[in-house]
């Protein structure tokens, strides 16, 4: 078992910026990706960006190119999501997930992913 705690939510004027961060409960992962997903009231769970652990190019959806990022640091076991320039539609709960192992990359289905958090929610409104 995998035990993931997302934190940095909150509210965000349009425009603005948010950090996500979610902690993994093991200190080594073997061939995973780490992804994080959102979903909106009404929507369904929708791809936002994934990165392996061991390195690589990272995947984003083409939503959020271009003003979200998706880092890692190895050493907390942690996996973070810069959000900048933030819209109304990026409102929704979001959610990282572990695919471990993974068969594919990048993965863009949830169903792929082994292990989620909670969640935390990101509201914007002015």
């Known amino acids: 078992q995998v035990q993931l705690v997302e934190s940095g939510g909150g509210s965000v004027r349009p425009g603005g910026s948010l950090k996500l961060s979610c902690a993994a409960s093991?200190?080594?992962?073997?061939?995973?990706?780490m992804g994080w997903f959102r979903q909106a009231p009404g929507k369904e769970r929708e791809f936002v960006a994934t990165?392996?652990?061991?390195?690589?190019?990272?995947h984003y959806a083409d939503s959020v190119k271009g003003r979200f990022t998706i880092s890692r640091d190895n050493a907390k076991d942690t996996v973070s999501l810069q959000m900048n320039s933030m819209k109304p539609e990026d409102a929704a709960v979001y959610y990282c997930a572990v695919d471990e192992p993974y068969a594919l990359f990048p993965a863009l289905d949830p169903l792929e992913y082994d292990y989620w958090g909670q969640g935390t929610q990101v509201t914007v409104s002015s």
């Open positions: 990165i392996r652990w061991n390195g690589g190019k990272p």
């Open positions: 093991k200190r080594t992962f073997n061939n995973a990706a």
